[in-house]
Structure formats: C-alpha cells, structure tokens
C-alpha cells in the first residue's frame, strides 16, 4: 500500500515538472520566485507594465493554479478581484497544459489591454534565488485606498506567498522536503525505472532518511520488547510460586467459608426461638393451655371424681399460671414489646 501512494507521488511530481516545462516552452521570461510553488511572468503594454504570478497548489495539476495579476486593482473583463478568471476558455482540467493557458491570458491582453489603477504602486519585487532550499520573500505591497470608490472594480493584496520551507505536497502524501527533493531531481529514465521496477524502487525506497530512521526505531523497539520479554522470563519461577499460595489460600477461604455459612444457618435457627413472633405465639399457647386444664380440673370436681382439698390445691395452682401469663401476654399486647 505504502509502494502504491509513492508511486503516485511520484507520478504526480512527473506532471507536475512537465507543467513547469511547459511554463517556460511558450512564454518567454520566466522568473521563479519559490522553486514548484510560485513563478512570475512579466507582461507589458504600451503604457504600463504587469506580472503574471501563477502558484501551484499543492495537488497539483490535479488542482488549477491560481494566476493573479500585479499591480493590485488593475481592471480587465478577466480579472476578478486580482484573480485571473478560471472560467471558459480558461477553465483548468487536469489534461490543461500550463504554459498555453498562461500564453492565451497574455494573447487576450495583447488584444484588450488591461488598465492599471494609477493609485496602485507596481509590485516589482527583488526575487533572490533559491539558496539551500531557503527562500526568504519580502513583499511589501502598499494598497492606497483614497480613490477606492472611483471604480466599481475591487481589488485586494495578492495572494500570500508561501515560502520555500513549506511542503509542495499535501500533508497525507506524507512526504518530506527531503523525499521529493530526492525524487525531483532523478531523470526521466530513472523515474520511469522507480514506476516500472518493483526491485528499483524497492533500493530507492530503502535509501530514504526517515525509513531508515523508522527501521532504526523499530530496531530499538524489538531489543525493548526482547528484554522486557526476558524479564518476565525470569519472574516466571516466582510467579509459579506466589500463584500455588494463592491457589492454597483460596481453597482454605473456601473451606472457611463452607464452615461459617453453616454456623450461621444455626445461628439464624437458634434466633428464631425468640423473635417477636415466636415468644407471642408460646405465651398465648401457654394461656390458653392452662385455662384448660384448670377447667377440666374443675369438671372433674363437679363430677366427684376429686376431693375438696385436691381440688382446691390443684385449681390454685392452675389458676395462678393461668393468671400470671394472661397478665404477661396483656403487657405485652398493650406496650407492644414484641411488635
């Protein structure tokens, strides 16, 4: 996957360089002012004078240039906002050739000559040549606006110039400077080799800086995680250890644990012979189980079958329970000890 984007990196960087040619095959005086980002192409009429910038995004030609016109202002049917016109026989496709569209803008000023704002100084810049990939440009363009309303035409600064140490790519190819520095400068014949050699561009690809740089770091990743696996190697021995105790400690939770839920269960058994309901149930069972048997002691009386003494004793008795616990059970009753 990564083979495939490179190669159309590189196909693109091939187009893009057959523009740039093309730039200069069919217009003459061609200045760069940012090396495959910005060129100048001066145009003059018999009164003033003008620059053509073209600046190349960074997809393209896959993307149109944008080609504004220098003075700031300056009025012409193609010219919107200092912007030259991407529209009819200007509109830019991918099959566009560069050098002849910018040619067909300079044959129309031939033939309608556009008019420069006389309030507008002129941008001639001092361009310095590229020097180690590091261009430094200073425009200073000075907008007088005290006559803006003397033309329904608008106008604006040109477009900022973007300076060599920016990347021509986009920044998902994931190309460096460096990386398309290196592809530019290879020839037709070794281009084609890197597009039609798997074994070529493999040896290209290998050469580069950062994957060299990232072989190293994967390097050092594998000896990080080698050691770290040699490590835990040697903890193995304890780790065996220390897990027969916890698989020891945890059966004789276990075991623990079997023998409390029975101890509670028996608990639980033994509390329930005197929870509220329980005692409540036992005194009025109690109640009315003497108050039975006194009655029946009484019965037994009436029939002759006891004595007075006998019965006398025996009904005291029964009575005196009877009492004692109908009182506990009213107490109980009425101050809802047991509710």
Same mark, same amino acid.
């Given at each position: 996957m990564?083979?495939?984007?490179?190669?159309g990196? *590189?196909?693109?960087?091939?187009?893009k360089?057959?523009? *740039?040619?093309?730039?200069?095959?069919?217009n003459s005086? $061609? &200045?760069?002012?940012?090396?495959?980002?910005?060129?100048?192409?001066?145009?003059? &009429?018999?009164?003033?004078?003008?620059? *053509?910038?073209v600046l190349?995004?960074p997809q393209?030609?896959?993307e149109?240039?944008v080609?504004?016109? !220098?003075?700031?202002?300056t009025?012409?049917?193609l010219?919107?906002?200092?912007?030259?016109?991407?529209?009819g026989?200007?509109?830019w496709?991918?099959s566009?050739?560069?050098g002849v569209? $910018?040619?067909?803008i300079?044959?129309?000023?031939?033939?309608?000559?556009?008019?420069?704002n006389?309030?507008?100084?002129?941008?001639?810049?001092?361009?310095?040549? =590229? @020097?180690n990939?590091?261009v430094n *440009?200073?425009?200073?363009?000075n907008?007088? @606006?005290?006559?803006?309303?003397?033309?329904?035409?608008?106008h604006? =600064?040109?477009?900022a110039?973007?300076?060599a140490n920016?990347s021509?790519l986009?920044?998902? &190819?994931g190309l460096?400077?460096?990386e398309?520095?290196?592809? !530019?400068?290879?020839? =037709?014949?070794? %281009?084609h080799?890197?597009?039609?050699?798997?074994?070529?561009?493999d040896? /290209?690809?290998h050469?580069?800086?950062?994957?060299? @740089?990232?072989?190293?770091?994967?390097?050092?990743?594998?000896?990080?995680?080698? !050691?770290?696996?040699?490590? @835990?190697l040697?903890?193995?021995?304890?780790?065996?250890?220390?897990?027969?105790?916890?698989?020891a400690?945890d %059966?004789e939770?276990?075991?623990?644990?079997?023998?409390?839920?029975?101890?509670e269960?028996?608990q639980?058994?033994a509390?329930?012979? /005197?929870?509220?309901?329980?005692?409540?149930?036992?005194?009025?069972?109690g109640?009315?189980?003497?108050?039975?048997?006194?009655?029946? $002691? %009484?019965?037994s009386?009436?029939?002759?079958d006891?004595?007075?003494? $006998?019965?006398?004793?025996?009904?005291?008795?029964?009575?005196?329970?009877?009492?004692?616990?109908?009182?506990?059970?009213?107490?109980?009753?009425?101050?809802?000890? /047991?509710?």
């Amino acid at each position: 996957m990564r083979q495939i984007i490179h190669k159309g990196m *590189i196909i693109m960087i091939i187009r893009k360089r057959q523009q *740039i040619g093309s730039l200069y095959i069919h217009n003459s005086a $061609v &200045s760069v002012a940012v090396e495959g980002q910005l060129y100048e192409i001066p145009w003059s &009429s018999t009164e003033d004078d003008f620059f *053509i910038l073209v600046l190349l995004p960074p997809q393209f030609p896959d993307e149109p240039p944008v080609i504004t016109i !220098s003075p700031p202002g300056t009025r012409h049917p193609l010219i919107k906002e200092d912007l030259i016109s991407n529209e009819g026989q200007f509109q830019w496709t991918p099959s566009s050739n560069l050098g002849v569209l $910018v040619k067909s803008i300079r044959d129309e000023f031939n033939r309608q000559p556009p008019v420069k704002n006389k309030n507008e100084p002129l941008y001639a810049p001092q361009i310095p040549r =590229p @020097n180690n990939n590091n261009v430094n *440009i200073n425009i200073n363009n000075n907008n007088n @606006n005290n006559n803006s309303n003397n033309s329904h035409y608008s106008h604006r =600064p040109p477009p900022a110039i973007p300076t060599a140490n920016q990347s021509t790519l986009p920044s998902s &190819s994931g190309l460096t400077n460096n990386e398309y520095m290196a592809i !530019s400068h290879t020839t =037709p014949e070794q %281009a084609h080799e890197l597009l039609t050699s798997d074994y070529a561009f493999d040896l /290209f690809f290998h050469s580069l800086e950062r994957v060299q @740089n990232l072989k190293t770091v994967q390097g050092e990743l594998r000896n990080g995680n080698e !050691s770290i696996a040699y490590k @835990n190697l040697n903890r193995q021995d304890g780790l065996t250890l220390l897990r027969s105790e916890v698989e020891a400690l945890d %059966a004789e939770y276990k075991k623990l644990k079997e023998e409390f839920d029975v101890k509670e269960q028996q608990q639980q058994e033994a509390f329930s012979r /005197f929870s509220a309901s329980t005692v409540l149930t036992r005194l009025k069972s109690g109640v009315y189980e003497y108050d039975e048997m006194s009655e029946s $002691v %009484a019965q037994s009386f009436l029939d002759g079958d006891l004595n007075h003494d $006998v019965f006398v004793k025996q009904f005291r008795e029964m009575r005196k329970v009877y009492h004692l616990r109908a009182s506990k059970l009213e107490r109980a009753q009425k101050d809802k000890l /047991f509710i």
